[in-house]
């Protein structure tokens, strides 16, 4: 080859004599080159087909491991699960999914600083990534890091999401407000849970409902109250809506529309235990409050003089019940039970000889006296039990005598 | 057309007669293009060489891994965690084929390929048979492919270096050339085989050649980023490791690493240590047990897989887990010291393979279980485990292979993390010094020094101090003259002097000799009608100005030319710091020896 390359060159340059031997080395570099460029080709394409048929393996390697830890995860087994996606990610090591299905089962099985330290490296990937916040929010509960669950959950909450963004998002919020109810931290769930019921679409009864439960269980009656009426709107019989509605109404005190949203429950609803109490408490309020407007004067004398009987009765019960149970002293100042049933007694004494309108001034006063004595009782011998005492202390309540020891 | 006849060189291609068409134009272009291209002593078609070279290193070290890969799947299956029988079996089984292919097809396979590569540099001339790199492909693909605890880096390093010698050698370099060839191949090799560029030119320098040679870094830089895009090209881009990201929060946290660079230097002279004792011993056995060492080897290594096969291979799967915090320290710790026990049997056992991905494994072992252990006392460090275990893999090959830059760059580059420089300079740097203090010839040099080779140590030469000018030169010993001085004021000077030399400075940044005998003539001569000057007593021209920071050995070269050199200040060339003599220099290195 080099002989032919010099020669050649020779004949060209019409002078064999002046052909050095340094010249003649640089023809044999130039074929030396020629032929590893050839041979680099072949390489190349043998490098090309080898890791073409090495990829390809490990690719179906890596989904086999990936599928069956997705299937020992579904089936509960997260420890399985693991070694199986540990196995994947050996095949595919930058797999995000993989590594992400791996965070999530070592979250599952409490190894919450391994996923953790999956989640933070995916997230410092994509930082936006609703569902890896979401799991990070979800390590976080675990590790009871509330404030780096708060910002994770923020964080899913306003992240990137694939499918459904809206419903995610509403989904996320639903769960921090769940985890913030649970933690007992009510004034932060209840902005959270007024940002869910506001981005809760309006023709989503369910999802109305949702909210609506989450801002009873937070206590904002009056706007759960509201939710629940949308709700209703959109579904008349939603018997979610109307047990909620008709719990908030009784605890703003509106007992006569929570007996209107009670009744309208089908017979099997309205006997749950809750419902049918507070229906029960309410019809007593109704039947009992001296208050209600539209009574007449003998109305409103007549349920005074039975709610003083009702509280002297369970005072006195109450009293012979726990004889030398009581400790002296433990009763605040004033609610002494024997000087409260001295004073209903009296009362009762002096409403029968008071007139009719006598009676009526005497009403606020005597009604603070019926409250005072169901405190009384309910510190003794526990909160009140039947209708007629818990509407009792509700009226009292709402005659302006809350001063606590009571509830209905 | 005419060509005129070439002068003595491919690179003198004649001046053509005038083209007569395009085609014949571009051919003269393409002759006089090529011919300087492949000139024997031309740069260009070094560094040419260099990219081709980076380029069959990468495709090489490519199929090197495919290998190890399809290796392992087919004999150890696609489990992290493979059965007991195969664990303990496919490792012992493969020792014995091994053993019989490095002992009877390719015995240059056996040893450290850096070794072999700085051997090729420094006794055979830059030759390194391509036996060598086939040997190396297949007996370390079924070793590391079986199990056996060793990493591919290393016989990547080597198989550059041969395919660089097997190019050096067809396209007939020169002598010196075939010399540095070597080393381009061998950072290419590696440089694919870590994906870290950075890292192979610097191990290359600081543990292959030791200087950095300007006619050689060109070469090498070239020669490892084109092997490094080759290997991406094909493995795709990935660092070999992902790290959770993390940064150092507060500087006392920077104690926590310092710690562990104790640990990782007191584990890596243990480990040193153990090598030291015992290869030499098993090197004493009979050549008989040569055949039954890998295999003995690799039973130990699978009874250890049984229990724990993270242990086998590579492990860079078991590191990454380890980055990402997967494991509690008291497991960590564990994984680090059978990885030790692993490593040792294997390479003891004289099985081809490379220290380099065992050392990043118990490094990251040991470096998570410090981490875990400091999280245990102190709840309030927010370094995580895995940053313990990524600064711990530097830490670990510091204080083993000896090379500090290397370990610190490499973290860095197999991680792609930056944030952490700061605490792997420091572990780094104290596992170094432990290691150094009580270990003091590196793994690379005990070596080759066991096996009757004594190579150039690297790092006592880059821990060498060079003697300096000021080291010799004698301060105040010259008499110094203007050129207007009258001769005979001057040779009364001279007298009282008899032993200093004499020297004129005749402009700024010129010095010459006065010749004592000359001098004293000429004021014999002198009178005052006519008054001689010292000027004319100089001897010779103008003598070579050398500075009190140079080399002593470079200035050793021109030393013995003149009876004494004026030794002047950088920033003022007419200020005489001192003289310096050819026995000045002697009486230097004398010294120097003596001490």
Redesign the interface.
Known sequence: MLAVFCRREAR????RS???N??C??????A??AS?LIL?VL??A???F??RQ?HK??HE?GD??FAKGDAELQGGGADAAI?DY??G???S??NSVFQFHLAQA?AASG?T??A???L??LL?ASPGNGEINLTLARVAVRRSAMADALRYYHAAIYGVWEDDPIAQRWRVRRELCEYLLGRGAASQAEAEIIALANNTPKDQVAQIDTAANLLLRAQVWSRAEDEYRLALAGDRRDQDALAGAGAAAFQLGRYSEAIGFFTRLPQRGRSSGDISEMLATSRAVESGSPFLRGLSPADKAGRLRRALADSEARLSDCVQKSAGVAVPGQEPAGSDPQALLTEIRKAQGALKRASLARSLTLMDADMNLVFEAESAAARRCGPPSGAADRALVLIGREAGGDRGGASP | M??A???????AV?AAAEPRSIFARSRTLYREW??RL???HGDQ?FLVLAV?IG??SG?AV??FR?AI??TH?LLLG????PSPLRVLLVPSLFGIGIALLVIHAFPRARGSGVNQTKTAVYISNGYVPFETVIGKFITCALAIGSGQSLGPEDPSLQMGAGIASV?GR???LSQEKLRLIAPVGAAAGLAAAFNAPVSAVLFVIEEVIGTWSAGALGAIVLAAVSSVVTMRW???S?SLF????SELSHPAELLAYAVLGVVGGVFALLFLKWIAAARPRLQRLPPRAQYLMPAAAGLLVGAIGIWLPQVMGAGY?II??A????YVWRVLLILAVLKILATGFSFLSGTPGGMFAPTLFIGAMLGGAVGGVEHHFFPGLTS???TFALVGMGTFFAGFLRTPITSVFMVVEVSGNYSMIVPVMISTLIAYLISRQFQKVPLFDMLTRQDGVILPSIEERREHVSLVVEDAMRADAAIIFDPDEPAAAAAQRAGAAPESPLLLRPRLGEWRLLDREALQRLAAMDEPSAPRMVSEATSKGPLPLIFPDEPLDEVLRWAGDWPVLPVVSRADLGRLEGVLSLADVLHAFRKAAAE
């Open positions: 060209h340059m019409k002078s002046t052909l050095t340094r010249a080395a640089g023809y044999a570099r130039e030396v080159l590893s680099l390489m190349f043998l490098t090309a080898v890791t090495y393996r490990v390697l086999q491991w070694a540990r196995n990610l050996a095949f090591p930058d070592l190894h600083g391994e953790e330290g999956y933070r490296s410092s | 005419t060509h006849a070439p002068q003595g060189s491919p690179a004649p090529m011919h492949v000139a024997p078609f081709l380029i069959f495709l490519v199929c495919v890969e399809w799947l696609s489990s992290l965690t190019m067809r396209l007939r094909f493995l795709g990935e992902r790290v959770p990201p799967p990454d887990q980055l990402h915090g997967e995580t485990v895995g």
